[in-house]
């Protein structure tokens, strides 16, 4: 399979979805940081993939996402924004609102 | 030219803007480059109407030919003119380093 076709099954597959550098418990990057600890005051379970350790994705992503830099929050297969707008999204309670329904809606189809 | 003239050049060109402020964040990062993460704040009405990911996307794509080498983040709040005056002019800290780059081989 090639990397495009692994990173689209992941934002299919993965309602909500974190590429990131480091893990939620070990993130290695302050925005990487950031950002998960946004994500997980949420609430709800989500995935993530450390591109640290996926180097093929970390070089490919970037140019299907139209971003270049990580962290990326994709919600429902639509990229949401990297560290500043999903920290931005937190602080007006939109963040939850959105994670909260994304997170409702996979659960009602599994 | 230093890249901060340059990110300010490309900028400029591509956007009405009414207000900016560049700073260079480099320091508050490992890695031995001095010009590496910058925090960008940019008023101007050409975001009006545009979601938060397309005003990012339009700026990164105005500035592209300076990501990854030798920009390696680029922290942006990008806002309207009613949307500044709202805030007034509140900008968030960006966050410090955790060591990312001592593991990083890319």
């Known amino acids: ?110 | 030219m230093s890249v901060a003239e340059q990110l300010e050049n490309l900028l400029q060109a591509g956007l009405n803007i009414q207000h900016i402020q560049l700073e260079n964040e480099s320091h508050m990062h490992s890695g031995p480059a001095t010009e590496s993460h910058f925090k960008l704040v940019l008023v101007s009405a050409d975001f009006e109407g545009r979601r938060l990911v397309q005003r990012h996307q339009q700026v990164y794509g105005l500035v592209a030919e300076l990501m990854q080498n030798p920009i390696h983040a680029l922290a942006l709040h990008l806002h309207t003119p009613e949307e500044w005056v709202a805030r007034n002019g509140e900008v968030p800290l960006s966050p410090t380093c955790k060591g990312g780059s001592k593991v990083d081989k890319g």
Do not use: H
């Open chain 1, 1 to 110: 399979m090639s990397v495009v076709d692994t990173i689209k099954e992941q934002i299919e597959n993965n309602a909500i979805l974190l590429y990131m550098k480091g893990t939620p418990r070990f993130p290695q990057c302050g925005f990487s940081s950031r950002a998960v600890e946004a994500v997980m005051s949420c609430g709800e379970r989500f995935a993530f993939v450390n591109i640290l350790e996926n180097p093929d994705i970390r070089a490919e992503l970037p140019k299907y996402a139209n971003w270049p830099t990580f962290p990326q929050l994709w919600i429902n297969g639509e990229l949401v924004g990297g560290c500043d707008i999903i920290c931005e999204m937190a602080a007006t309670g939109e963040l939850k609102e959105m994670i909260a329904a994304a997170a409702q809606a996979s659960g009602d189809d599994a």
